[in-house]
């Protein structure tokens, strides 16, 4: 491993993972998974972890007993927790380049200030069956609404292997357009199998709801509906030849309709747009968006 450059609050370098950890156990399943992805895609990885003492930095029996600063405490944890995590990604990926930060802040505000320039952030989430408790306040949400870069979201139970099988949410918006340029990527990196998908609820032909599959308006609606897709597939599929793009027309909301075929297809991530045809200007993060990190069930990578 090269030697790990240690500072506290410069931007991660251009085109570099940045891992963000916390202390938990949920740090291995991540730092693994950053790590891996930065091998992948040839990029530095950079390890960073929020410094937040939440409280008085000089506590009043610190400064009359002469103990140790909270302050000097925190920074030495801080960085005895990422030279351990910089000499397991050294050690998993020998000769990739590793840099760590130790910025002092909120947690969230931190990583999104550090993700200037990354090319990827990775973030940790409650394991699979704890998903849905995510709440807005808590460090991966709000990283995923700011970030200025894509984020993906790791639960902690991840088991860490090279991807087979990725899906990517599509509904023929420019963000979801670029949402497929990510997973293709992705996809070509690792030699994972490619699923597009789009769906649709709703749907009301000749002042008549589409209800009844293999009728001329059901067949019209997932007609439309593929080919709304493939605007937005079909360039990316162009620029990697080799990539076989299956696209899938779903009847059900976006998120059950994702989650329904990562399920079927075991994939191990699902890529999704911020935010897409219904979000509205301001928007950070979208409602489907959500629903997916909060029920997918698996990693989830959001693009921009």
Known sequence: MEDTVVTSSVPAPSGAVLA???GSPADGPLLDWAADEAARLGAPLRLVTAVDPGIQLTPY??????????????ETDAQRLLEAAAERAGARHPGLHVATSAPWGPAAASIVRMAEGARLVVVGAP???LLERILLGSV???VVAHAPCPVAVIPADTEVMPPRSIVVGVDGSER??????LAAQMAAASGAALTAVIAWHLEVVDGVVVTEPGTPRWDAVE???ASRAHQV??????????????????????PVALHDVAEELDADRVVVGSRGVGGF??????????????QAGRVVVVSR
């Open 233 to 254: 597939v079909d360039p990316v599929a162009a620029s990697h030849p080799d990539l076989a793009i299956d696209v899938r027309v779903v009847h059900a909301t976006a």
């Open 127 to 129: 394991a699979r069956a």
């Open 223 to 225: 007609q439309r509906y």
């Open 20 to 22: 963000a950890l916390d």
């Open 281 to 294: 200007r301001g928007l950070l993060l979208g409602s489907v968006s959500r629903r997916v990190i909060e």
């Open 176 to 181: 979801s357009g670029r949402a497929v340029a």
């Open 61 to 74: 029996d610190a400064i009359v007993t002469g103990a140790p600063n909270l302050s000097d405490q925190l």
């Open 140 to 142: 991966a949400l709000p």
